[in-house]
């Protein structure tokens, strides 16, 4: 597993992903209070904490599947505010949700098909499905098997390749490794860190902070809905209190 941090690649002070103090509600309970965080163009941001922090929360605000009651989100400069969730899609940030759902009834192809809806040159699509099927071998050797006869590995692929399908300038994983098996899960993170080695930014939501620090340009821990710790990836990997809270240490 690759352990070295992974630099910054852009010097660009505008961040590609900006969260601004968003507080979220589910009816009375308090479920985001007040983070902001940022993501600049080639890093991979990582934000970990224990189950019910306000992770996958945080991602489904970001992506417009929930509003914010106040606060904001800007995407490349721009505010999300009142965009449905295909348009952000559309405008480069895709988001690979927690549980991969996959269009189970469909093949490989036709779930990766489906993630370049945003696009309109079949040649592009044709493109794009030559390079998710050299990222993921065992895909193509698939691509023709229903989606919801994958092993729980594979089927983390599909999802991730389907993301991939629509150019995102922002890719969000929401718990990648939740369910496998840890040579699986060692897999999946060497694919993300190539992923990150081929220019991708990447906002990881992740249990598994080891894996996810190692692999980090910066993190942010959180805690009931608050960012209470951050720093480089290796300086959350070294922290004594982190270390004793996350990574059973």
Excluded: C, W
Excluded at 31 to 37: D, H, N, P, T, V
Excluded at 43 to 71: D, F
Excluded at 144 to 154: N, P, V, Y
Excluded at 180 to 186: G, Q, Y
């Amino acid at each position: 597993m690759r352990s070295e941090e992974l630099e910054v690649r852009s010097e660009n002070p505008t961040p590609v992903l900006k969260v601004d103090n968003i507080n979220v509600y589910y009816g009375s309970i308090h479920a985001i209070k007040g983070i902001s965080f940022e993501v600049y163009d080639g890093e991979i941001v990582t934000l970990i904490g224990a189950n019910g922090a306000g992770k996958s929360t945080t991602l489904n605000t970001i992506s417009g599947l929930l509003h914010p009651s106040t606060g904001g989100v800007s995407f490349l400069g721009e505010s999300l505010a009142k965009i449905q969730p295909h348009k952000v899609v559309e405008r480069g940030l895709a988001q690979v949700p927690e549980g991969r759902r996959v269009f189970a009834q469909m093949t490989v192809q036709e779930n990766l098909e489906m993630g370049a809806f945003t696009q309109n040159s079949q040649a592009n699509i044709s493109d794009d499905l030559e390079k998710v099927y050299s990222l993921f071998p065992r895909l193509k050797e698939r691509m023709k098997q229903t989606a919801g006869t994958l092993s729980g590995g594979e089927q983390q692929m599909l999802a991730m390749g389907r993301a991939l399908m629509s150019r995102p300038k922002l890719l969000m994983l929401d718990e990648p490794s939740m369910g496998l098996a840890p040579i699986l899960v060692e897999q999946i993170f060497d694919i993300i860190a190539d992923l990150h080695k081929t220019g991708a930014t990447i906002l990881l939501v992740e249990q598994n902070a080891q894996m996810a620090l190692s692999i980090a340009s910066r993190g942010y821990v959180m805690e009931t809905g608050k960012i209470v710790t951050t720093g480089t990836g290796k300086e959350l990997l070294a922290s004594e209190a982190v270390r004793k809270a996350y990574l059973g240490g």
